[in-house]
């Protein structure tokens, strides 16, 4: 299964959980299956828009359809306020 990595502010929609594993074909299966289980971690992610996905490291620019293994490492990752 997938483990999905929730950040601290993540994890306050998620009862302080850090990780869960998923077993999800893809990207959007994985996020759906979130939003069933976190609804409000569902609006948080749809509130910050921006919300890149890293599987494995790795940023994907077009994560939705983006296949995942059962040992992917994934991350929602909130984009950095600079200045």
Same mark, same amino acid.
């Given at each position: 299964?997938? =483990? =999905?990595?929730?950040?601290?502010?993540q994890r306050q929609h998620t009862g302080g959980l850090s990780e869960i594993a998923i077993s999800?074909?893809?990207v959007r299966? +994985?996020?759906?299956q979130l939003s069933e289980l976190y609804p409000s971690l569902n609006a948080h +992610? =749809?509130?910050?828009?921006?919300?890149?996905v890293a599987i494995d490291g790795e940023i994907i620019p077009d994560p939705w359809l983006e296949e995942l293994a059962e040992t992917s490492e994934?991350?929602? =990752?909130?984009? +950095?306020?600079?200045g």
């Open positions: 299964m997938a =483990v =999905v990595h929730f950040s601290t502010d999800a074909a893809n299966e +994985l996020v759906r +992610l =749809v509130e910050t828009s921006s919300t890149a994934v991350h929602l =990752v909130r984009p +950095l306020a600079g």
